[in-house]
């Protein structure tokens, strides 16, 4: 009656990947997993997961991922499936293409934004 989802082998580890402060990376990222960036990145980012990006995180280059937080700086086009939640320490530059928005007094936001569903038929009417 009822079928249960098997979880991924990512899941079943609870471990979220990570970047520590003051390591650069140039070249793109592409996860399954939750991401978590304290250090900078210059090219693009996919994931299927969650990324965040540590206060003193960046990437420079397109992120696309289920959702977002920021307290770093985002520079390029940032497209989130569901939520991006923007930080008061947050600096974005670009184009947003998101679910839901949230965006913490203080932050400073620079971009043009796009709110979507994850319903195509809703974003229709």
Avoid: H, W
């Amino acid at each position: 009656m009822f079928e249960k989802k098997e979880k991924s082998y990512t899941d079943l580890l609870g471990k979220t990947n990570r970047i520590v402060e003051g390591t650069i990376i140039k070249g793109d990222i592409e996860s399954i997993a939750d991401f978590r960036l304290d250090g900078v990145l210059t090219g693009n980012f996919t994931s299927k997961g969650k990324l965040v990006i540590g206060p003193a995180g960046g990437v420079v280059g397109d992120i696309n991922a289920q959702n977002v937080d920021v307290e770093g700086n985002a520079d390029g086009k940032i497209k989130v499936v569901e939520t991006l939640n923007v930080k008061s320490t947050a600096v974005i530059n670009g184009e947003v293409t998101c679910g839901k928005l949230s965006v913490e007094p203080g932050a400073k936001f620079t971009a043009t934004c796009v709110m979507k569903s994850s319903n195509p038929e809703t974003d229709a009417k």
